[in-house]
């Protein structure tokens, strides 16, 4: 028994053991939160921002890393916070990303797909990648609505416009919604789908805000009434006309 105690102190008094053990003492930790990202993708971000934290301490070189390397734009990142805790050595990355709204098709004057985009609740077109690499984390579950927008336009912001409607209003409305149209007139169409009955909006060219918020009034009214109209034309921001298909 008292060569086993021997032994034990030997090792323990081993200077091998004690640059050990001043290693892990050393080491930075570090916790990350993803928020609405994808975990894979920015995990690797938040290794490149250990490894370059590690080189002199500097929460600093961090920070610059990311704006000199477009590293939100490169990531995703809608924000991000770095806090280190200099007693715990303890760095947390708090992340978040943007949400995705809809599935964007960009389409020439002839008719023909210009290109495909994602757009999120900033109002920015994002390579439809992200979308997929939300639903292999399940960070994106069911349909999203499609938006379809002429190539023409794409300069004219009409889509941060969309955007600002589709977040004013609640999941329980953008829900319903499965297609959103501009056309090269400007004019505006949401196609809903209610219990598996489609619907059509026509919005036309202005006061959109007030006319989808008329709309949304409309389909809960006619939701509790179990029914919901063909058409819906809100073209005139005076007067609202509904039209009933003759199968219903």
């Not at 091998?16 to 894979?40: I, R």
């Not at 069911?142 to 600002?164: C, E, Q, R, V």
């Not at 509790?224 to 073209?235: C, F, G, Q, R």
Request: glycine share 4%.
């Amino acid at each position: 028994m008292k060569k086993m105690i021997l032994l034990l102190t030997l090792i323990l008094s081993f200077p091998g053991f004690a640059v050990s053990e001043k290693y892990f003492e050393n080491k930075v930790h570090y916790k990350t939160f993803f928020g609405q990202c994808p975990s894979k993708v920015v995990g690797r971000l938040t290794l490149t921002l250990i490894r370059e934290f590690e080189k002199r301490n500097s929460l600093f070189d961090v920070k610059k890393k990311i704006v000199d390397d477009k590293l939100e734009e490169k990531y995703y990142l809608s924000s991000y916070q770095i806090n280190y805790d200099p007693l715990q050595k303890m760095i947390k990355f708090n992340f978040d990303c943007p949400k995705a709204l809809m599935k964007v098709q960009i389409y020439k004057k002839d008719g023909d797909e210009f290109y495909t985009a994602v757009l999120v609740d900033n109002g920015k077109l994002y390579d439809p990648t992200y979308e997929v690499m939300l639903r292999a984390e399940k960070k994106i579950k069911g349909k999203l609505p499609h938006l379809a927008l002429p190539a023409d336009l794409i300069n004219s912001n009409l889509h941060m416009k969309l955007t600002s409607l589709l977040n004013q209003f609640g999941d329980n409305f953008v829900n319903k919604v499965s297609e959103v149209i501009l056309n090269e007139k400007k004019e505006l169409t949401i196609i809903m789908s209610i219990g598996r009955k489609p619907s059509s909006a026509f919005l036309g060219k202005d006061f959109w805000e007030e006319k989808v918020f008329k709309l949304t009034e409309i389909v809960e009214y006619m939701g509790k009434k179990k029914t919901i109209p063909a058409v819906i034309n809100l073209t005139n921001a005076k007067k609202v006309v509904v039209k009933f298909s003759d199968k219903s």
